[in-house]
């Protein structure tokens, strides 16, 4: 498809389990962006890539969490331990490259849900 | 403080008013202003992006205040179809990060 595509579109896991939540960016967008957003909330930052390298990972709440971009493209945000506090939405968005347009294209989410 | 600040709602208006909202930021760096609309579960989309010398694009006008540190979104001869949350987004000079605010949500009522 043309768009940001994110799987699962639902994830349920227990709390101290491990979680891999996948984005795939609408094809030639440089920069991936990795939101966390809960009920009521804005989306909050998590972390940027541009390229394969993260650019900026100040948004990532602790060391539990951690993504990767291997070649540019997809890109995976990976939780260790999970706890129940991580419950949220996990959204992925791209765009051409750095303040590019500043349109941000959003995927539809991952819904992570800690029991 | 927050970088990104707007009051939360809910808006509850009837068709065919008028409604603005704004939303304050902390940043004076802060470069590029936009505003995001979303639907109840679905994904945030570009509204529109908030230009100095303000911007209209049909019912809805975007302003930005640089002195104040606010922006604000105008929407006239509101329309069921706008009920939605709507985002505030500032992007900061040299940094690629897009910070969102809580967002308002609007309900227009028949």
């Known amino acids: 498809g043309a768009g940001v595509s994110q799987t699962p579109s639902n994830k349920v896991t227990e709390k101290g389990k491990y979680v891999e939540l996948r984005c795939d960016p609408i094809?030639?967008?440089?920069?991936l962006y990795w939101y966390r957003q809960s009920l009521g909330q804005g989306p909050e930052f998590l972390i940027y890539f541009q390229g394969t390298g993260a650019a900026d990972d100040s948004g990532l709440p602790n060391d539990r969490f951690f993504a990767v971009r291997p070649e540019g493209s997809v890109s995976t945000l990976k939780i260790q331990r999970t706890e129940r506090g991580d419950s949220a939405v996990y959204l992925c968005?791209?765009?051409?490259?750095?303040?590019?347009?500043?349109?941000?294209?959003f995927g539809e989410g991952s819904r992570l849900t800690v029991l | 403080r927050k970088e990104v600040e707007q009051d939360p709602g809910p808006f509850n208006v009837p068709e065919g008013a008028t409604v603005a909202f704004n939303c304050t930021y902390s940043?004076?760096?802060?470069?590029?202003f936009f505003w995001y609309r979303q639907d109840c579960r679905k994904e945030p989309k570009l509204l529109m992006s908030v230009y100095s010398s303000g911007n209209e694009d049909g019912r809805f006008t975007a302003q930005l205040n640089r002195a104040s540190q606010y922006i604000s979104l105008l929407i006239r001869d509101s329309k069921l179809s706008d009920s939605a949350t709507y985002l505030c987004v500032v992007e900061k000079f040299g940094n690629e990060k897009l910070t969102f605010g809580t967002g308002t949500r609007l309900t227009i009522i028949p």
């Open positions: 968005a791209s765009r051409w490259g750095p303040q590019a347009s500043g349109e941000l294209f």
């Open positions: 940043n004076s760096a802060s470069q590029s």
């Open positions: 094809s030639g967008h440089t920069a």
